[in-house]
C-alpha cells in the first residue's frame, strides 16, 4: 500500500507495529480448532501470562476477576455466533493490581484466515476509572442534595415551632442556616483540591459560637478548652446543627439570654471518644423540662447516635444547664 507524494511509504510489519505501539493496542489471534491463542509481545505483558508454551483462555481466564470471569467465558463462546464487531471491556488481576481490558474484534467468523481469527486488546484502566470517579461523584452530590433537603426541612420545622413571628422564624432559620456554612467552610476542599478537609474541633466550635460572644475580649462570655482533636467533612453539618440548637436555647432561656451569663465548653478525650462538656453559669434559675420531648432535642439526640456515633446527656442544676456530648473519634473525623 502506498500513497500518492509519499515516497515508498508501506504498511509492512515494522510500519505496523510502530502505530500499534503508539496507540497500545496489543494483538492476539485464535485458532478455533486448537483453541490456542496466540499473543504479541504487548499483550503477553497486559496479561501477565509467560511467553513459553501454548497460551489458551483456560490459562488466560486465570487472570480474570471473579466477577467478570463468567460473563467473558460466555461471551468467549458465543464469539463465532455474533454477527459483526463485539467489544467486552473487563477486569484482570495482576497481584493485587486490577487492570480494565477491552477485548474487540469481529464474530461470524469475519476476517478468518484458515481457522484463525484475529482481534485486538485494548488497556482501558484510565477509562474506567475516571467513569468510577465521576459516577462516585455523581451517587455523592445526590446523597448529599437529599441530606440538604433534610436538614432545611428539620430546620424550618424547628424555627416554625419555636418562633412567634414570620419575622422571628426568618431570623431564626437565616441563623441556623448561616451557622451550618461557617461550618463547611472551614471544611470544604482547598483550592486545586477535590477532597474535604479536617478542621480543629476548636476552630469549629469558635466559629461556630462566635456570633454569641462579645467584642471584648476581656469580657468574653464563651470560654472554651479544647484539645487538638479534628472534625471531618461529614461530621461538620451534624456537629453544627446540635451547637446552633444549644446555643439558640441558652439565648432564649439560658446562660446567654442575660449579659452576665457565661457559657463554657470543655473537651476530654477517653481513648476511641471524645466528650464535649457545655455548662451554663449566671442565667436564669433553670429546672429540668417537664412533658414531652421537644422536636429540636429529639433532632439533637437522633444526630448524636446516627451521625455521631454517640449521645447527649442534660443536668439541670440550678446555676445553670450542662450537656454532655459523647462522640465516636472516628465518626467525628469522618
Request: glycine residues 10%.
Amino acid at each position: 500500500m502506498s500513497w500518492e507524494g509519499s515516497g515508498a511509504l508501506v504498511w509492512d510489519a515494522e510500519r505496523l507495529r510502530i502505530a500499534t505501539d503508539a496507540a497500545g493496542i496489543a494483538l492476539w489471534s485464535w485458532n478455533v480448532d486448537s483453541d490456542e491463542i496466540a499473543l504479541d509481545e504487548r499483550a503477553h505483558q497486559l496479561w501477565g501470562v509467560s511467553r513459553k508454551g501454548t497460551v489458551t483462555f483456560e490459562e488466560l481466564s486465570q487472570q480474570i476477576h471473579p466477577a467478570d470471569l463468567e460473563r467473558v467465558r460466555e461471551a468467549f463462546q458465543d464469539t463465532r455466533g455474533q454477527t459483526g464487531a463485539y467489544e467486552i471491556d473487563f477486569r484482570i488481576l495482576q497481584g493485587k493490581a486490577v487492570r480494565w481490558i477491552s477485548a474487540r474484534g469481529q464474530g461470524g467468523d469475519v476476517g478468518i484466515v484458515g481457522r484463525v481469527m484475529f482481534g485486538v486488546f485494548l488497556d482501558v484502566t484510565q477509562r474506567k476509572q475516571a467513569e468510577e470517579a465521576r459516577e462516585m461523584a455523581a451517587g455523592e452530590m445526590s446523597h448529599r442534595v437529599k441530606n440538604l433537603f433534610s436538614i432545611a426541612s428539620a430546620l424550618t420545622a424547628i424555627a416554625a415551632r419555636s418562633a412567634g413571628t414570620t419575622t422571628e422564624m426568618a431570623h431564626d432559620l437565616t441563623q441556623r442556616l448561616t451557622s451550618l456554612g461557617r461550618a463547611h467552610d472551614l471544611v470544604r476542599p482547598a483550592p486545586g483540591q477535590v477532597e474535604e478537609r479536617a478542621a480543629p474541633l476548636g476552630d469549629m466550635l469558635a466559629v461556630l459560637l462566635a456570633p454569641y460572644s462579645t467584642d471584648d475580649a476581656s469580657n468574653a462570655r464563651i470560654q472554651m478548652s479544647v484539645p487538638e482533636v479534628w472534625v471531618g467533612g461529614t461530621a461538620a453539618t451534624t456537629l453544627a446543627l446540635v451547637v446552633h440548637e444549644l446555643a439558640t436555647n441558652s439565648v432564649k432561656y439560658g446562660a446567654l439570654s442575660r449579659a452576665g451569663g457565661i457559657l463554657d465548653v470543655r473537651c476530654t478525650e477517653h481513648h476511641d471518644d471524645v466528650a464535649v462538656v457545655w455548662t451554663e453559669r449566671g442565667g436564669p434559675p433553670v429546672t429540668a423540662p417537664e412533658g414531652k420531648e421537644g422536636y429540636g432535642s429529639k433532632l439533637i439526640a437522633r444526630s448524636m447516635s446516627g451521625q455521631l456515633g454517640g449521645s447527649i446527656t442534660f443536668d439541670w442544676p440550678a446555676s445553670g444547664m450542662v450537656a454532655t456530648l459523647r462522640m465516636s473519634r472516628a465518626r467525628l473525623a469522618a
